[in-house]
């Protein structure tokens, strides 16, 4: 471990932050959290773990529902149950858990709906777009304070999640949609880029949770 990643967060740093993380399937995301609330936990900082879709009992009632392969839904039905999703989430979970002064770390969240949404499933379609932007005005409160987009060529994303089995409703489908959602989550870092950091996400696990660590004391 080198001596940026063993530095501690300062007192100003250990404040509640809205972290959240990015990208295509199988970047290494659920490992970098794990990596990352090890070390939250060493340092003494409380925080509160959690995912999209899902993240409070409704949410995840909703979350079984939407990654089921046998739900037959519309992208209009798929775009709302996300967001009714969402904002139960943001209600029974994040805010008050930021209410609290504690962190929250958070396992996708707006940015994938703009890049599987947006761009995956309406190939960028301006009128989507703009739904989904609308959608995020008026029902997302809280927006993270720093996003980890984690980026690797698509085919390696798929071989590491191809290791698990069972391919869920999104992982079945094809590498050109999984094209479209990385150029969603590139135009969101394009847009956002004081919130959203790319993180190199090839390489060791450990190696990319010090490249979190590192941009995360930097704040
Ligand atoms: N979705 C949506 O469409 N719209 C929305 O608004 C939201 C979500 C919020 C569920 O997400 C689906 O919901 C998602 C988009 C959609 N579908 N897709 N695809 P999810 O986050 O639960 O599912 P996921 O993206 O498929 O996550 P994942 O496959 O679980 O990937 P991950 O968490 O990023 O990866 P991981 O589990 O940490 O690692 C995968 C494997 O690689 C595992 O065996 C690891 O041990 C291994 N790994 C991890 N890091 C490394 C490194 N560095 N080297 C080698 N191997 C590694």
Redesign the pocket.
Known sequence: MTAAVTQSLSTDQQQGRFVS?E????????????NLCARLDAAGIRYVRT????GSPFAETL?TL??DPKTDITDDT?LLL?FA??CDHIAQVIAPALARGEWVIC????D??????GY??AHNDPVVQDKIAQLIAQFVPCQPDITFW?DLPIAE?MR??G??GAA????Q?AMDF?TR?RDGFVACHAAAPERITRID????????SDRIWQQLSSY
């Open positions: 993380f990208g295509t399937e199988g970047v290494g995301k659920t490992t970098a959290i794990n995912r999209e879709p899902g979350r939407l990654l798929e996300l999703a969402r396992d996708r969240f707006i994938s709906t703009i890049a599987y949404q995956g499933r984690l994303g590491r999640a290791k698990r869920d409703r999104f992982e489908e999984f959602v996400a090839t390489g060791s696990a450990e190696a990319v």
